[in-house]
């Protein structure tokens, strides 16, 4: 009797017969894309195929039958090994699949603007921060390996500094503040209330000068002699 169903068509499970004609949408996105790493929103043939894919990834979406779920998943790898990525998200397979299509029309042409797209992926963005030192890092081993195959590499690191800028003290910013000043103004009296904006900062200006007027007995005779150089009259209130 089961024989003589089959032969007429017999649908055994609903959801079974759902999948392999599903799967065919998934086949005809795959000749398209180069990946089943599909977004929820693809549509193949009116199959929202992206959602389905999706469904398929979640725990327990191939079916609670062992044995029918690894058909469909050998199914689905037959398509793709790589239609459920187990170490990276499906988002950085899509775009992946994408750099490697560029890629691989343009033999090995590895500076791609951020702004060039295929299939609608900003794959010159993307290459770009997989190639940061600190994002490079990061990525699975797997997923560097695949990236070296189509050329790319990290981007060296920025150098560092070499004569790094010595942070200035209270009494250093005052003279590159009162400096700035005279050389500008072509004096040092300053009002008590100005605000000199230097490269370290704003710098009280007219305070920073009363309050050394009044414990110039303090200072050190470098700290004297600068303020004299640069004409501050200690006389002054």
């Known amino acids: 009797r089961a024989d003589l169903l089959n032969e007429v068509g017999m649908i ?6 759902a999948f392999w004609k599903n799967l065919a949408a998934a086949r005809a996105y795959m000749a398209a894309h180069g990946s089943l790493a599909a977004p929820k929103n693809a549509m193949v043939d009116g199959v929202a195929v992206g959602q389905w894919l999706a469904n398929l990834r979640k725990p327990g979406g191939l079916g609670s039958d062992q044995k029918r779920a690894d058909e ?3 199914a689905l790898e037959a398509i ?26 343009e033999q090995g042409l590895t500076d791609v ?3 060039v797209t295929v299939h609608g992926v900003d794959v010159g963005t993307w290459t770009v921060r997989q190639t940061d030192p600190a994002v490079w890092d990061a990525l699975d081993p797997e997923q560097r390996a695949r990236l070296e195959s189509l050329g790319l590499t990290a981007r060296p690191a920025p150098a560092a500094d070499p004569t790094p800028q ?6 250093e910013r005052g003279i590159t503040a009162l400096t700035q000043y005279a050389e500008r103004e072509g004096w040092v009296i300053v009002p008590r209330a100005h605000i000199e904006e230097t ?8 305070t920073w000068i009363s309050n050394n007027r009044s414990r110039r007995d303090r200072l050190s005779r470098e700290q004297r002699e600068q303020l004299a150089v640069l004409g501050v009259d200690w006389a002054a209130e």
């Not at 055994?12 to 017969?17: E, N």
């Not at 010595?166 to 009494?171: E, H, P, S, T, V």
């Open 80 to 105: 793709d090994p790589d239609w459920n990525p187990a170490g990276w998200s499906v988002e950085w397979q899509r775009h992946y699949a994408a750099a490697r299509t560029l890629l691989g029309e």
């Open 72 to 74: 469909r998943r050998q």
């Open 113 to 115: 603007l951020p702004g």
């Open 166 to 171: 010595k942070k200035l003290g209270a009494f």
């Open 12 to 17: 055994w499970s609903v959801g079974d017969a």
């Open 199 to 206: 490269p370290h900062g704003p710098v009280r200006l007219g």
